[in-house]
Protein backbone atom coordinates (compact mmCIF):
# COMPACT_ATOMS: atom_id res chain seq x y z
CA UNK A 1 0.00 0.00 0.00
CA UNK A 2 2.77 2.43 0.48
CA UNK A 3 4.31 1.73 -2.27
CA UNK A 4 1.38 2.67 -4.23
CA UNK A 5 0.77 5.80 -2.20
CA UNK A 6 4.16 6.55 -3.32
CA UNK A 7 4.04 5.86 -6.76
CA UNK A 8 0.63 8.07 -6.68
CA UNK A 9 2.65 10.97 -5.11
CA UNK A 10 5.32 10.98 -7.24
CA UNK A 11 3.16 10.99 -10.61
CA UNK A 12 1.00 13.63 -9.16
CA UNK A 13 4.56 15.60 -8.47
CA UNK A 14 5.99 14.34 -11.86
CA UNK A 15 2.70 15.79 -14.13
CA UNK A 16 2.55 19.17 -12.71
CA UNK A 17 6.29 19.93 -12.92
CA UNK A 18 6.11 18.98 -16.44
CA UNK A 19 2.84 21.28 -17.00
CA UNK A 20 4.95 24.33 -17.97
CA UNK A 21 4.99 27.89 -17.51
CA UNK A 22 2.73 31.05 -17.25
CA UNK A 23 3.85 32.57 -20.32
CA UNK A 24 2.15 33.82 -23.09
CA UNK A 25 2.92 31.45 -26.13
CA UNK A 26 4.99 33.24 -29.12
CA UNK A 27 2.87 33.16 -32.42
CA UNK A 28 4.69 33.44 -35.22
CA UNK A 29 3.66 35.64 -38.57
CA UNK A 30 2.05 33.14 -41.19
CA UNK A 31 3.20 33.35 -45.12
CA UNK A 32 0.55 35.44 -46.73
CA UNK A 33 0.79 34.27 -50.46
CA UNK A 34 -0.72 36.49 -53.09
CA UNK A 35 -1.54 34.90 -55.70
CA UNK A 36 -0.14 37.16 -59.02
CA UNK A 37 -2.21 37.40 -62.50
CA UNK A 38 -0.61 35.31 -64.77
CA UNK A 39 -3.24 36.10 -68.01
CA UNK A 40 -5.85 38.90 -68.63
CA UNK A 41 -7.80 36.33 -70.12
CA UNK A 42 -10.64 35.05 -68.05
CA UNK A 43 -10.64 31.39 -68.10
CA UNK A 44 -14.02 30.96 -66.61
CA UNK A 45 -15.49 32.30 -70.19
CA UNK A 46 -13.41 29.07 -71.83
CA UNK A 47 -15.82 25.88 -70.70
CA UNK A 48 -19.23 27.46 -71.74
CA UNK A 49 -17.88 28.69 -75.09
CA UNK A 50 -16.44 25.07 -75.90
CA UNK A 51 -19.94 23.23 -74.92
CA UNK A 52 -21.93 25.63 -77.08
CA UNK A 53 -19.45 24.69 -80.08
CA UNK A 54 -20.05 20.95 -78.94
CA UNK A 55 -23.69 21.35 -79.23
CA UNK A 56 -23.61 23.24 -82.23
CA UNK A 57 -21.23 20.53 -83.98
CA UNK A 58 -24.02 18.13 -82.46
CA UNK A 59 -26.48 19.67 -84.18
CA UNK A 60 -24.64 20.33 -87.13
CA UNK A 61 -23.87 16.35 -87.35
CA UNK A 62 -27.98 15.32 -87.04
Known amino acids: MK ?5 L ?4 VATTASAGAL ?3 VME ?8 AASS ?9 FF ?3 VG ?3 WLL
Open 41 to 49: IDHGVIPPI
Open 9 to 12: ALTL
Open 29 to 36: QGVIVEAA
Open 23 to 25: VEP
Open 3 to 7: KIALG
Open 57 to 59: IGF
Open 52 to 54: LLF
